[in-house]
């Protein structure tokens, strides 16, 4: 397939531009990482220091799998915890994209510059390429520079031991692997739901369908019944891969010159 | 510039299966370089589906067309890049400002220099000192100049305009038309679709009138002529009935109407047969004031050739 880049880079400039201009997107951006950092390390901190002050925290009643048992239990069920809380750093590239992609298409079904746009020489795959690198890019990021911040504020706040369970090798291939393709999976969600609805928010509510799997992911990691490892994310990565192929396939199925033009209300 | 043969586009019913809407059929056309060329119908008669099928948005069902040599369905990348289009509605992005919209249309159409060519059609429209407001500020006449602007940015010889004054107050429609007559001069291929008769006599070399197929196409003063004939109005100071027996009388006069102290006499050759119709009234003892040629608004070529088409469907 013929891909003319400059195009696909104009439309992703396009579209940062328009983003930059829209206050509930960077309201959203910026505040749903930083809730979840802030959360995370202010709950380690408060729950050590809770600890050291000889406050009971509860923590038996919680199940600790064998790969925590050598620990202290107190740091044994903060990374328990924190290992639910990755799932939902991981929420960053599964909610944000769908968003960002749903207001960029029902923005251009609204303003109707959909035609004039389909008008010019790039094909409707660079535009699809564009639209999604522009919507997908951002929250990737965003979770990286999360982890990151997170992990530095663990090394402030909480032990060495929670730091090395949080920052091992599960988690940087979870950030680096499985964000890009869940935030694939969110956008090509967005446009296949943006084709139907003229409501951004609509086809957030729907694509919130695609986030349990992760919340009951994080239940079962909280309660014990799985210690995540790098082969489980690979398996994960995998399986996030096949959904991602498929929902490509029919977002570029309604994704057509004519089937915009004439059918998409 | 265009030529299309037969285009025809049906559309599914969705949800129905086996039936079918027919938006254009067996349209035929040729429209030359430099040419303004209107398309007139009335609303669904296939006008905005004729365009796209020609801009390369949606594919023809059958029938065969190019647009500056490129063939439609085959070369449509660059179809695109060769036409200019504006759309029914100016379809501008309402959060960035005029420069931003144009800069990104000349990014995807490969402008060299999207900076001259920006400011050129924004000084042209007179946007300039806007250029930094966002499009969602901008009258309605500014957002459709902004569209026209966007449209010609790489230069294209032939443009599509979808009803380029339709919402417009009279002094920007005025702007919009004298810029596609300035267009014209250029040397431009202009296809215009309007519902705008007036519009369309005053700017187009000659005018295509479809409901779904084609109806005529010809020049709207031969439209006229094929319509009505070519017409005298006489006016005289009282009109009696042997006055318009005289007319009647004459061999190359095939109607007469009375009105209004006035005879509307359709005749052959006018210019030969008009001092022998002054004759025969002054002779029948008629007092004749003025003649002068009987207009035909393009209005009413239009009402005729659309109500002869409906008694067709009906019969």
């Not at chain 2, 589906?49 to 063939?71: D, F, K, S, Y």
């Not at chain 2, 960035?96 to 400011?119: E, H, M």
Request: aromatic share 8%; charged share 20%.
């Amino acid at each position: 397939m013929n891909v003319n880049w400059f195009c696909v880079w104009a439309v992703v400039g396009k579209e940062w531009a328009e983003i930059k201009r829209n206050k509930a997107i960077l309201l959203m951006m910026a505040l749903v990482p930083v809730l979840l950092v802030a959360m995370i390390v202010g709950t380690d901190y408060f729950m050590l220091r809770a600890s050291a002050a000889g406050q009971d925290m509860d923590e038996d009643e919680l199940p600790i799998p064998e790969q925590l048992q050598h620990l202290p239990q107190i740091e044994a069920f903060i990374i328990q915890m924190n290992e639910q809380y990755m799932f939902y750093l991981l929420l960053i590239p599964m909610t944000l994209p769908v968003y960002i992609a749903a207001h960029s298409i029902v923005g251009e079904k609204e303003t109707r510059t959909l035609e004039p746009l389909l008008a010019t020489p790039i094909s409707t795959w660079e535009l699809l390429v564009g639209k999604s690198i522009a919507a997908a890019a951002p929250p990737i990021v965003l979770t990286w520079i999360s982890f990151a911040v997170l992990l530095a504020g663990l090394w402030f706040a909480a032990t060495p031991a929670i730091l090395f369970y949080t920052a091992r090798d599960v988690w940087i291939v979870g950030m680096l692997l499985v964000s890009p393709l869940l935030a694939l999976l969110s956008v090509m969600v967005g446009v296949i739901v943006s084709s139907r609805v003229n409501d951004p928010r609509a086809a957030q509510q729907i694509a919130g369908v695609f986030v349990v799997p992760l919340i009951g992911l994080s239940l079962v990691v909280l309660f014990g019944m799985v210690f995540i490892n790098v082969s489980m994310v690979i398996y994960a990565a995998m399986v996030i891969l096949i959904v991602d192929l498929v929902a490509t396939y029919f977002a570029v199925k309604v994704f057509q010159r004519e089937t915009i033009l004439t059918r998409w209300k | 510039m265009i030529r299309a043969r037969g285009l025809t586009k049906q559309f599914p019913h969705f949800g129905k299966r086996g039936t079918e809407t027919l938006a254009v059929q067996d349209l035929d056309l040729d429209v030359q370089k430099g040419e303004v060329f209107g398309f007139l119908g009335p609303n669904g008669a296939g006008k905005t589906t004729t365009v796209r099928m020609l801009c390369a948005l949606i594919a023809p069902t059958g029938g065969e067309a190019w647009v500056n040599g490129h063939r439609v369905g085959e070369q449509d990348r660059a179809i695109r890049a060769s036409v200019g289009i504006l759309t029914e509605t100016p379809g501008l992005y309402a959060k960035l400002d005029a420069v931003t919209n144009l800069s990104f249309f000349a990014r995807l159409y490969g402008v060299a220099d999207i900076p001259g060519q920006v400011a050129k059609y924004l000084q042209m429209l007179g946007l300039w000192d806007r250029r930094h407001d966002l499009a969602g500020s901008f009258s309605k006449g500014m957002r459709q100049k902004l569209a026209i602007a966007r449209a010609l940015l790489h230069e294209p010889p032939l443009l599509f305009l979808d009803e380029p004054t339709s919402g417009l107050d009279p002094e920007a429609a005025r702007v919009v038309r004298d810029f596609i007559d300035e267009l014209r001069g250029q040397g431009r291929t202009i296809f215009m679709c309007t519902h705008n008769l007036d519009e369309a006599d005053r700017l187009c070399d000659r005018i295509a009138v479809i409901k779904q197929r084609l109806i005529r196409v010809d020049t709207p003063a031969r439209l006229r002529q094929q319509l009505y004939g070519h017409g005298v109005l006489v006016r005289l100071r009282a009109v009696a009935p042997e006055h318009v027996a005289a007319v009647k009388a004459l061999p190359f006069v095939q109607d007469v109407q009375q009105a209004d102290g006035s005879l509307s006499v359709k005749l052959d050759d006018p210019q030969a047969n008009n001092p022998r119709l002054v004759r025969a009234l002054v002779a029948a003892g008629a007092d004749v004031q003025f003649v002068e040629e009987a207009e035909h608004s393009l209005e009413s070529v239009y009402f005729d050739l659309i109500s002869e088409t409906h008694e067709e469907e009906s019969a």
